[in-house]
């Protein structure tokens, strides 16, 4: 088991310039999350999936757009990226129990991304 | 208002003395589930533990502790005797199912620092 993947681990964009993260997970889980963390921020949620075809909005999803075409991959992109988008990005999945209550989540290794 | 807090912004030890990492969570859900993660300084986020709402025996690991208090909303983590291998940023996590929500929450983290 690979767990949950990213790919690229680095990335430098020029402003303008658009990425799509790709992230994958051999577990089987239904829910996946895209995070951000910047010093002393924490890990802020950009957007997440319950499940394959579904996405929705969290903390901080304004500048990326996100899809679930399949349930093991998550894909997250900058359609015109920004400075203010230089972070460190990770994805995560977990399951749930039958209130739907996530378990512990996996995280892949995440991707350092800076534009200039 | 913050639902998992995290006073401690920072710790700094010295080797072999014992820590705790403190984590007031707030819900009003009787099922919920509350975690730790460490984040070392190469920067993967590994789980640690789960403790689900109706279990409040302590756990130990090794070195690793954690105590669960429902009566005030606390899930502490006390390590013993730390090492300087211990130095990570640790969060706390709630999952929970009020207010239609199921994604964790996550609190913004304690930087332990362990000194030879």
């Known amino acids: 088991n690979a767990g949950v993947t990213q790919t690229p681990k680095f990335r430098v964009l020029k402003t303008g310039q658009s990425m799509t993260l790709l992230c994958a997970q051999d577990?089987?889980?239904?829910?996946m999350y895209w995070y951000r963390q910047d010093p002393g921020m924490g890990l802020r949620l950009i957007h997440y999936?319950?499940?394959?075809?579904?996405?929705a909005k969290g903390e901080v999803p304004d500048g990326y757009n996100v899809s679930r075409l399949k349930k093991q991959n998550f894909l997250l992109g900058l359609e015109s990226a920004a400075p203010s988008q230089t972070s460190v990005y990770f994805c995560a999945s977990s399951r749930t129990d039958l209130g739907r209550r996530t378990y512990e989540q996996y995280f892949g290794p995440g991707t350092r991304l800076t534009v200039t | 208002a913050q639902k998992v807090t995290q006073a401690q912004t920072e710790i700094s030890v010295v080797e072999k003395e014992d820590v705790t990492l403190d984590c007031v969570y707030e819900?009003?859900?009787?099922?919920?589930?509350l975690f730790w993660y460490k984040q070392p300084p190469s920067g993967e986020l590994v789980f640690l533990i789960r403790?689900?709402?109706?279990?409040?025996q302590n756990e130990i690991s090794g070195r690793y502790s954690w105590n669960f208090q429902k009566s005030t909303s606390s899930f502490n983590f006390t390590i013993t005797a730390s090492q300087v291998v211990d130095s990570a940023v640790y969060f706390c996590?709630?999952?929970?199912?009020?207010?239609?929500?199921?994604?964790?929450?996550f609190g913004r983290g304690t930087s332990l620092i362990v000194h030879p």
């Open positions: 403790r689900n709402s109706f279990d409040e």
């Open positions: 577990m089987n889980h239904e829910y």
């Open positions: 996590a709630l999952s929970e199912a009020e207010g239609g929500s199921y994604i964790p929450t």
């Open positions: 999936s319950v499940g394959e075809g579904t996405t």
């Open positions: 819900t009003r859900d009787t099922t919920y589930y």
